[in-house]
């Protein structure tokens, strides 16, 4: 037979294959192809894995998209509750991801496990700030040229241009008893306060919300900009379609998340032009001058550049709850802090983190892939503390025997371990003046219409609506 004859053949033969009973084979094979790798996915998640042995629901078990939907819907805090009191402290959220519950967890999770990087994408100029800098070596070294800014020192030099913003509250809620009192946005002048602060602090010049007694338009893009994470967070949980479910993310959540970015990279030049004299962050991060070479940085680099510094002005002015103080020493004060922090913790949540490659031990379970701890699920377990859903600031001052048995250890608000909060002594300094400061001049009463403010839904943040409370000037200034 001819090489042509031959080709003539396999083309007929090709033909018959296609036109008789080849493309119903087609046709079927591909679905059933496609059936049957969900079928020994779903049969391995459930049965084989090496987390098949833990507790959950076996939809959890085969697939993301149950955990995914739940963190979109913003009810993320609540699902992961739901389930750890049905299966317990440690539950299965996702085919390969794992949700932990106790104190030890949190030490052996947060304080060990670096940070999964599929949730931890960099600002828009491709620049990792310190928040979403996942290889360790790199991260140390943006922790050790930003830790002067949140020293001892530093907060000592910091407290008199604070306590000029909570001197301008307080002067500001006392301009509301001529006729506004009753009906007072408590948590919007509270964003006024810790947005001003961190300007301040951050870009050299406050936003002027306290002056202008509104929030500046940009506070309004910060806000959406942590929505628009919480969705890009969501779409890196599915590698394979990243980039379809990226599209899906509203084109102005991203705008407004690129805008943003632009902003905060222009106030820092122009912060960067009044040199290292204020007693802000930035003139601690600037100690040994600012490099315009471009990265990538060795970890042993002392300089800072300026695409760093604009990745990381975008960290600090995404954190709405930022917050400062004085009076350390109050013990109630404390225990209604930590209560308040138990029952809503500004970062409601988990970090997740991926295990190693030789796998880890957590809470004595020898892991291989993603785990995590969700604060506000295991600040309301009842496996954790007793009347868990009330706020009892009580339970923190150890005299009452009915909270002996409370997990309190496993209240870690700031995190724990080498990414922990790096300003939690400023935001503990600036929470207890603000309280103290408001405290000391009014009676605050909550209205009606916010007794379920609580009830919200969190996309990174929560998604505050206004709290309305009613303030009285204290007895003793009257
Ligand atoms: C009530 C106030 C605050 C709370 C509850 C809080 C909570 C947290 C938590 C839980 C983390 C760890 C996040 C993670 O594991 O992904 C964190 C990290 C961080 N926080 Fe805060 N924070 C607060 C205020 C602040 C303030 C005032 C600043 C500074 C201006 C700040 C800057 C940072 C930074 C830069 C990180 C990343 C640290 C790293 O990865 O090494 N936070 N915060």
């Not at 389930?83 to 299965?92: Q, S, W």
């Not at 699920?377 to 909270?403: C, K, M, Q, V």
């Amino acid at each position: 037979m001819t090489s042509a004859t031959k080709m003539e053949l396999d083309l007929i033969s090709f033909e018959t294959l296609w036109h008789g009973t080849g493309w119903k084979a087609v046709l079927w094979v591909g679905p059933l192809l496609i059936t049957a790798w969900f079928l020994c996915n779903a049969i391995y998640n459930l049965y084989l894995s090496p987390l098949a042995a833990f507790p959950g629901p076996a939809l959890n078990a085969i697939s993301r998209i149950p955990s995914a939907v739940s963190v979109l819907r913003g009810h993320g805090h609540l699902d992961v509750l739901a389930l750890h009191e049905k299966y317990g402290p440690a539950v299965r959220l996702g085919p390969s991801e794992l949700a932990f519950a106790s104190p030890q967890a949190f030490r052996d999770i947060n304080g060990h496990i670096n940070k999964d990087p599929s949730f931890a994408r960099p600002p828009p100029n491709g620049v990792p700030h310190i928040g979403v800098e996942t290889d360790p070596a790199s991260h140390a070294r943006k922790r050790r040229l930003l830790n002067p800014a949140f020293s001892k020192r530093a907060l000592r030099e910091q407290e008199g241009l604070v306590r000029g913003h909570v001197d301008l509250l307080a002067t500001k809620l006392r301009g509301r008893l001529a006729g506004e009192a009753d009906r007072v946005d408590i948590s919007g002048w509270m964003n006024y306060a810790t947005f001003d602060i961190t300007g301040d602090l951050t870009f050299g010049e406050s936003f002027g919300c306290l002056r202008d007694s509104a929030l500046h338009p940009w506070v309004g893009i910060i806000f959406e900009t942590v929505k628009a994470l919480a969705f890009v967070g969501a779409a890196g949980q599915f590698p394979a379609l990243t980039g379809l479910l990226d599209r899906l993310i509203p084109r102005s959540l991203l705008q407004k998340a690129r805008d943003h970015f632009g902003l905060c990279a222009k106030m820092v030049d122009r912060r960067l032009e009044m040199g290292a004299e204020r007693p802000d962050f930035f003139s601690a991060m600037l100690k040994n001058g600012l490099s315009e070479k471009p990265g990538p940085y060795t970890a042993k680099e002392n300089t800072m550049s300026r695409a760093e510094l604009h990745s990381t002005a975008f960290a600090f002015s995404s954190d709405e709850d930022i917050t400062f103080a004085k009076a350390a020493s109050l013990r109630y004060l404390t225990a209604v802090i930590q209560e308040t922090f138990r029952l809503y913790p500004p970062f409601a949540g988990a970090s997740p983190r991926l295990v190693p490659p030789g796998g880890a031990a957590v809470e004595g379970h020898w892991l291989p892939p993603g785990v995590a701890v969700h604060h506000y699920a295991s600040y309301h377990y009842s496996g954790n503390f007793t009347f868990p859903e009330s706020f009892i600031p009580e339970r923190w001052l150890g005299s009452d025997s009915r909270f002996a048995s409370d997990k309190k250890d496993v209240l870690t608000p700031f995190s724990l371990g080498p990414r922990n909060c790096i300003g939690q002594t400023l935001a503990n300094a600036e929470i207890r003046l603000i309280l103290c400061k408001v405290l000391f001049h009014f009676d605050v009463e909550l209205r009606p219409e916010s007794s379920r403010w609580i009830d919200q839904n969190c996309y990174v943040l929560w998604d505050k609506p206004p709290l309305w409370v009613r303030i009285k000037e204290r007895e003793w200034e009257r």
